[in-house]
């Protein structure tokens, strides 16, 4: 079983940048396919970025293409989601997630997730 605890999140005005951090523990981090999901207020929770195990893949929400990049460090079992160029509309909570299967955006495919962290982007 895998816990996974972000970091990293905070308030930045519109144009910054934040680096997200999600440490894992408890399982065999190299195996899964890791995803950053964000929900904002009364929306549902969507799909941001995945990686792959060895982070050969990568995959984006066309909203975030070009503004974040995914990566990973398995020895230090660690994910992380660089924001670069916010918006306001990126305002959420943000959670990390593991999965057996990669490259999917489903979070149903997602059995463990962590606590999320706030980002709030000011205008």
């Known amino acids: 079983q895998v816990q996974l605890v972000e970091s990293g999140g905070g308030l930045v005005q519109a144009g910054g940048s934040l680096r997200l951090s999600c440490a894992a523990s408890g399982g065999t981090f190299s195996s899964y396919a890791m995803g950053w999901f964000r929900q904002a207020p009364g929306k549902e929770r969507e799909f941001v970025s995945a990686i792959s195990w060895n982070g050969g893949s990568l995959y984006y929400a066309d909203s975030v293409k070009g503004r974040f990049t995914i990566s990973r460090d398995n020895a230090k079992m660690t994910v992380l989601l660089q924001m670069s160029s916010l918006k306001p509309a990126d305002t959420a909570v943000y959670y990390c997630?593991?999965?057996?299967?990669?490259?999917?955006?489903?979070?149903?495919?997602?059995?463990?997730w962590g606590q999320g962290t706030q980002v709030t982007v000011s205008s």
């Open positions: 997630a593991a999965s057996r299967i990669p490259g999917t955006s489903r979070p149903s495919a997602y059995g463990y």
